[in-house]
């Protein structure tokens, strides 16, 4: 690959496996890299591939002429690499994944510095960079304008989403977007433990009807979004929490006969019952959400 003249400048900070993936979406693109990391051996690939190997981050980030891109372990390593860095009018873009108070502190700390700071949550592997066709994103907020800046840039390893100015909000909705996976995760590992002892069932076809199953259920997130903000759990109900309460008490008989500990359901399913003693069965699963805040 070879730098194009047009292409803006990368520093990247950070070659560990998505680090790694990073850069080379951004020297397959044509874009001049330069590339820093703590242990300097995983920048050996990347220097025959044509990126310039800094010798210490604070030569890097002095020298960066575009962007500073940050993908390290946690928000701890950002701090020990960018200490001592002049960052004065630098653009720095963290795609470290951080909480969203971390993010946010991120923010007024990079201000303080004189610096403009984009967060970035990556939502994808490093095998899907560089691959549109995989389907893979990286959700951006902070500053704006410094996102319409290199937009470009960052739309080459995976679709670009900015969703806010408020720093926090990139790492709010990648926690959100992971938090549902990990209770699809439990759904998912649920339904393999009940067919796991029935000798002619076929695993491949029960997880291509999940794939199927679970993606149209996932669309009933918008009627929980409608219901939330107009206050009405009632409205466009199509499965109400009485019905659904009702059906829960067959899902537990079945997991008992096939010798299946229920642990991954109940906690939610004893949500639904609260709300249905409550007295609001007529709703759907929008009122769920009030009895898991904390006040
Ligand atoms: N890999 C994935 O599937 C996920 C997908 C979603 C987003 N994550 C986040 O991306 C960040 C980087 O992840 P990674 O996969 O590149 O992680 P590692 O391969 O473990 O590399 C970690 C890099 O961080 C460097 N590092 C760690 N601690 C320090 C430190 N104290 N000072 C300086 N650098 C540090 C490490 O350096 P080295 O060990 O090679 O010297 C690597 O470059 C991450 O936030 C994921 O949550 C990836």
Known sequence: DTDTADKTPVTLLGLGDMGTALARAWRAAGHPLTVWNRTPQKAGPLAEEGARV??????????????????????????????????FGKD???????????????????????????????????????????GGYIL??????????????????????????????AALHDIALLSAMTGMFAGITHAFALVHEEKDLDRAELASLLVEWLGAMAGSAHEIADQLASGDYTEGVTSNLAMMTAGNDTLLASAEDQSVDPRLLTPYMELMSRRVAQGHGDEGLAGLVTLIRRE
């Not at 990079?110 to 899907?128: H, N, W």
């Open 54 to 87: 800094a010798a210490t981050q604070t030569e890097a980030v002095a020298s960066a002429d575009g962007p500073v891109i940050l993908c390290l372990l946690d928000d701890a390593s950002v701090d020990e690499v960018l200490d001592g860095a002049d960052l």
């Open 92 to 134: 720095l873009v963290n795609l470290t994944t951080s909480t969203p108070a971390q993010a946010r502190r991120r923010a007024r700390w990079a201000e303080k510095r004189g610096a403009r700071l984009l967060d970035g949550g990556i939502m994808a592997v490093p095998p899907m960079i560089g691959r549109p066709e995989t």
């Open 140 to 169: 951006y907020s902070g500053d704006r304008a410094l996102f319409e800046r290199h937009r470009e840039l960052l739309e080459v390893p995976a679709g670009a989403k900015f969703v806010g100015e408020d720093a926090g909000h």
